[in-house]
């Protein structure tokens, strides 16, 4: 049986007083996206650092192609590629010289390297900036260079930090097309991201990391599921229309709504037609809302739905 791409079994790690992960388990498979989807301070960086060798945990372990991130350090990294990280780019050489340069440092054959650099460059639409030393690049082009140059040697397993956070959504939407192209070749990406939509277009399987520990996993239809496609949000004047909306709404949909202060909220597959059975009832009894809003669900909203159930919510 050949080991998956990577594995990760009951990791801990703590700086001090702080738990930054606390028992992580997860398995990613070959030529698979997995997202660890968390918010800042999730937990996130600390598995990709343990994963990439650059730290090492407390107590589990952790492996990449069947191998040990401790024990076989240096064979991992002939494996892997990292974005941000070590694969740092030097802002006064051009985009080509980078990628010339790390192909030298990764040891790619000098016969190929050429070949390579001009390939990654075409696809990250680099090639009209090539020349250029970095320094004047913008966010988004020096990003899809970072991307390209953790990408010089091939590696069959590929991290991806928080690729797209503060990027434009033309540089987002272009990254988000080389992993695709790239999973389709047969790498494996393990991609950490802020973003449930980013993780949604991209991955086939999601942990969601919080406080440490994986408070969910599934593909995304099994956690849209649980979170429902849209959310409605109903804020009422009074605290008794509240409580009288809440007890409407619970037995209109079959569970009941969150509610922050004098705001429900549902989650809903069907968000037009929820909303409207939702008015429709609450105009049945005079109960009016002050205020309405039919949105995507944000991290929070998953979170919320995500945690209801384990007990484990915050
Ligand atoms: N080197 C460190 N020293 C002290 N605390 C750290 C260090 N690295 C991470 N942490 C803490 O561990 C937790 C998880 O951090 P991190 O893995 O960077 O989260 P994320 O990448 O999801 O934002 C946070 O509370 C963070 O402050
Ligand atoms: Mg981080």
Redesign the pocket.
């Known amino acids: 049986m050949t080991a998956p791409a990577i594995l990760v079994e009951h990791v801990r790690?703590s700086?001090?007083e702080?738990?930054?992960?606390d028992d992580v388990s997860f398995k990613v498979e070959r030529g698979e996206v997995f997202a660890?989807l968390?918010?800042?301070?999730?937990?996130?960086?600390?598995?990709?650092?343990i994963l990439t060798t650059n730290?090492t945990p407390d107590a589990g372990r952790a492996e990449v192609l069947g191998l040990d991130t401790v024990r076989q350090a240096a064979q991992v990294r002939n494996r892997i590629g990292l974005t941000g990280q070590y694969a740092a780019v030097d802002d006064n050489l051009t985009g080509r010289e980078n990628l010339r340069l790390i192909g030298r440092l990764t040891h790619v054959p000098r016969r190929e390297l050429a070949d390579r650099v001009d390939g990654l460059l075409d696809r990250f639409g680099l090639t009209e900036v090539a020349d250029r030393p970095v320094k004047g690049y913008s966010g988004g082009t020096r990003r899809r260079l970072d991307v390209a140059s953790a990408l010089v040697h091939k590696p069959p397993v590929l991290f991806l930090?928080?690729p797209t956070t503060g990027l434009d959504l033309e540089s987002r939407l272009a990254l988000w097309d080389m992993v695709k192209e790239l999973v389709a070749e047969g790498t494996a990406v393990l991609l950490?991201t802020?973003y449930l939509e980013e993780a949604d277009r991209l991955a086939q399987q999601i942990a969601v990391?919080d406080g440490?520990r994986v408070v969910a996993e599934g593909s995304p239809a099994e956690l849209k599921a649980k979170v429902g496609a849209s959310v409605v949000e109903i804020g009422f004047a009074q605290e008794e229309l509240v409580r009288q909306a809440a007890d409407l709404l619970t037995r209109l949909e079959g569970s009941a709504p969150q509610r922050e202060g004098t705001v429900l909220r549902l989650n809903a597959d069907d968000g037009a037609a929820a909303t409207m059975r939702a008015m429709t009832i609450l105009d049945a009894h005079s109960l009016m809302p002050t205020t309405l809003a039919l949105r995507e669900p944000s991290l929070d909203d998953a979170f919320l739905a995500l945690t209801a159930h384990t007990g484990e919510s915050a």
């Open positions: 790690k700086f001090g702080v738990t930054a992960l660890l968390g918010r800042n301070g999730a937990g996130k960086t600390s598995t990709v650092r730290s930090d928080e950490t802020q990391i440490g």
